[in-house]
């Protein structure tokens, strides 16, 4: 079995990639005492990106290739939708979720070598879970204040 050093350095790299590019959507998870935190964002990344790498580098042709991409989706759903509970009126883990399974699309996009994808995607990922909950409060406060008894008097 002989190594090629330089190959392993290189699927070294792309796997730190897909860790550095999850760990801040970790970060947002964690700081909001989520269940899935730092630890899981980027064990998801990295785990999309070295399958994709096996894949990508193991199995050639389209087909093959893209069947493990399927399998990566749908194991990101799968693993996304055991983070959302639902308790009598109530559904909880929907951002978690989502961002798992982007993170998941984060991982491929660095085994593919599309860089700018995962940038993109990691980047509107943090912007959202950490600035979407401030514009939520806002829309759900201003529905509160025009609330049909407001409309409508007695």
């Not at 064990?43 to 893209?66: D, F, H, K, N, R």
């Not at 994808?117 to 939520?136: C, E, G, H, W």
Request: overall charge neutral; glycine content about 10%.
């Amino acid at each position: 079995m002989d190594f090629d050093f330089s190959t392993i350095l290189s699927h070294l790299l792309h796997l730190l990639l897909a860790y550095g590019f999850a760990l801040p959507i970790g970060f947002e998870r964690e700081r909001d005492s989520r269940s899935a935190g730092i630890r899981t964002f980027p064990l998801v990344a990295v785990a999309a990106c070295g399958y994709m790498i096996i894949g990508t580098t193991m199995l050639l042709g389209p087909e093959p290739q893209s069947r493990v991409m399927y399998g990566i989706i749908t194991g990101m759903g799968f693993i996304g939708g055991g983070a959302i509970l639902k308790n009598q009126n109530m559904v909880t883990g929907t951002a978690t979720a989502a961002s798992l399974w982007n993170t998941g699309a984060i991982g491929m996009a660095v085994a593919w070598k599309r860089y700018e994808i995962a940038l993109i995607l990691s980047t509107l990922n943090f912007l959202t879970l950490r600035y979407a909950t401030q514009l939520k409060s806002k829309v759900v406060d201003t529905k509160d204040q025009t609330s049909d008894d407001s409309i409508y008097p007695p």
